[in-house]
């Protein structure tokens, strides 16, 4: 197989391996890229004794190993990260929630794609280490021998089904599933984001759960949430509060989904994007938003908008609106 056809082939796996276990869709392409570069060396070879035959088990195994080393390096550097850290957003198809479909086309196979895409299940990953991390997702997610992934990453094959072993317990003991009905899912999605545009902190609060939870990674950028902020009240007062103030700036929400999940991309007046938000749906209700503003995280799609300039037009738009009703009050009769 020649470089051109194995990238064409195998880049959709060797993408989605590298994401989930990386949680970066710029490092992932990254790596991908590596891992292609070494196999285009070893096929362009002289004498094509060390060929690889078979382009994906190498291809995955390169990829892996890089993976497990960049995580390593990775879960120190997050030990000093400002705030929360969150995944880089992958925007998905509403309806067809993981672009890579690996495991067949039926709902049920669907559905478990988009459920290990998740920003919760991905954070969630981050619990495990990087070798647990990598045994899991190359066995249970994408159907890999035991054999296979211990000639991966370079352990046996009793060590390999440990590692899952242990990988599996403790994700099922934190693991949230999502609603069966995707449908009715993107639907409370659309009516969500249309009360936040609106400011409607009623309809808000009516479609949050009791303990709903907030969080937002913005890098050490402003604005950010230093912290979680959980509460249905709080919760509501907040979007509806955030919706006024993009309405204000004259910007607009779009609809999308972010690692199969609903969401939205909220759009600055010139199209520019401002951030990315992941709502996490159970028992027909939002018990999670996780909303990106960190512009390095973003920058994979597409032009984002200026966060100082846009502060200082809802800033500009909130004393405009103030000056009304600072003249009725100051008028006679009052």
């Not at 459920?115 to 249970?140: G, K, N, P, Y």
């Not at 249309?194 to 400011?199: I, K």
Request: net charge positive; with cysteine; charged share 25%.
């Amino acid at each position: 197989m020649t470089s051109a056809e194995a990238s064409a082939d195998l880049r959709p796996l060797l993408f989605s391996i590298a994401y989930r276990m990386l949680g970066s869709v710029t490092e992932a392409e990254d790596i991908v890229q590596e891992a292609f570069l070494r196999y285009h060396r070893a096929v362009s070879g002289p004498g094509g004794s060390a060929r690889p035959e078979s382009p994906k088990a190498y291809l995955s195994a390169i990829t892996t190993r890089l993976c497990i080393d960049h995580a390593r390096s990775a879960r120190v550097r997050r030990e000093t990260y400002v705030g929360a850290w969150l995944p880089e957003p992958l925007l998905t198809d509403l309806a067809a929630p993981d672009s890579v479909r690996l495991s067949g086309t039926d709902p049920a196979s669907l559905a478990e794609q988009s459920d290990t895409l998740s920003m919760a299940f991905l954070l969630l990953l981050e619990r495990l280490s990087a070798i647990e991390r990598a045994v899991f997702l190359l066995h249970d997610v994408f159907s890999y021998g035991y054999d296979e992934v211990a000639r991966i990453v370079g352990r046996s094959e009793d060590a390999c089904r440990q590692l899952g072993y242990r990988a599996r317990k403790h994700l099922a003991s934190h693991r949230r599933r999502f609603d069966a009905s995707r449908s009715q899912s993107a639907e409370l999605a659309e009516r969500f984001f249309a009360a936040m545009g609106a400011g409607d902190m009623d309809s808000l609060i009516s479609m949050l759960a009791a303990d709903a939870v907030v969080t937002g990674d913005s890098g050490g950028a402003k604005p950010s949430w230093p912290r979680p902020i959980t509460g249905r009240e709080r919760v509501g007062r907040l979007f509806a509060a955030l919706g006024i103030q993009l309405r204000e700036a004259g910007g607009s929400i779009t609809l999308t989904g972010v690692n199969g999940q609903p969401g939205a991309l909220f759009l600055a007046a010139d199209g520019r994007l401002i951030s990315v938000m992941a709502l996490e749906i159970a028992d027909g209700q939002v018990v999670a938003a996780r909303s990106i503003i960190n512009r390095e995280k973003l920058r994979h799609l597409g032009p984002l908008a200026d966060l100082p300039e846009l502060l200082e037009q809802v800033r500009a738009a909130g004393k405009a609106d103030a000056r009304p009703a600072k003249r009725l009050r100051n008028s006679p009769g009052r």
